[in-house]
């Protein structure tokens, strides 16, 4: 039980994106608007941001935290930000790059990027996502001076309860 806490605990701890605001400064500072987003993988394929709030913590079997030098090849520069690799027992459903793709009617060779980082090769063949991570899809078709489409993928932003600490709160300890 205490595990589950734990680990509860420590996953809220780095989804939320948010900060308590000292004084008169707000939560929507710049200096906060520069920390970089968690990328969540599932499985150690899935990316998942948009569904780790639907999966119960009780079926994760492991969490792993990396910083972009220490993730496993497959994940490395996909992020600026970090990695949380999360181990599931249940099923996620995904798609692959190229269903997604064919989604939004792009046929042939197409070129992947990934909140502004454009996945290898590999990465794209490898890589899953799940839907509910997807949050804008912008298709940059083939021209005479590139010859590759570009499906430009924004993942979900995962946002914190701002009804319970409005902006510009103070606390206090």
């Known amino acids: 039980m205490q595990t589950y806490f734990l680990r509860l605990l420590f996953l809220t701890t780095l989804s939320l994106c948010s900060a308590t605001a000292y004084g008169q400064e707000t939560a929507t500072s710049k200096a906060l608007k520069q920390i970089p987003e968690p990328l969540f993988i599932i499985n150690s394929t899935i990316i998942a941001n948009g569904r780790i709030t639907t999966i119960d913590p009780k079926d994760y079997k492991d969490i792993m935290v990396y910083r972009n030098p220490t993730a496993p090849e497959i994940l490395k520069n996909v992020t600026s930000g970090g990695i949380i690799a999360i181990t599931y027992e249940g099923p996620i459903e995904s798609k692959s790059f190229a269903q997604v793709a064919r989604q939004h009617g792009v046929r042939g060779p197409v070129s992947i990027v990934l909140n502004g980082h454009k996945l290898s090769a590999e990465q794209a063949a490898t890589l899953r996502i799940a839907p509910e991570a997807i ?15 570009t499906l430009a993928i924004q993942l979900t932003v995962l946002k914190s309860d701002s009804t319970k600490y409005p902006p510009g709160t103070i606390m206090i300890r």
């Open 135 to 149: 949050d804008q899809v912008q298709v940059t078709r083939a021209t005479a001076d590139s010859a590759e489409t």
